[in-house]
């Protein structure tokens, strides 16, 4: 059995950018929009938890509602070769009300019965620099 559709419409689509330098908090938004009459239960995966905090990083979204993730990528010293391995994942499944214990929703629930989406992670530098700065004064 194939997977559902994606009920959440997720912006952006398909990736998240960061816009360095690195040195501080870089903060991406990401905007879940619920455009059906369900409601819906969301919860957000990285392959790079350590290096990321997203807030909220689950919920329940009602129809017709929207919530801003804000997915904030902590200091780190730029590596090219990490630059597309990071990639999150937007799961959502839909539940019968509000009153319910997520994480037994997402223990509980049929696994062909989740949607997600997955978005990658893309790294900027700002237009003033080429490539990463080969040292970092601090």
Known sequence: MSKPDQLL???PPTELRFRGP?????TSELTL????????CFKIKTT????YCVRPNSGIIVPKQTVTVQVMLQPFDFDPNEKNKHKFMVQAIIIPSQEVDMESVWKSSDTSSIMDTKLKCVFEWPTSQTAA?????K
């Open 9 to 11: 419409e997720i912006k």
């Open 48 to 51: 790079a938890p350590r290096r």
């Open 22 to 26: 690195f040195t501080d908090v870089v």
């Open 133 to 137: 700065p080969a040292t970092s004064e």
């Open 33 to 40: 929009s619920n455009p059906s009459d369900k409601i819906l």
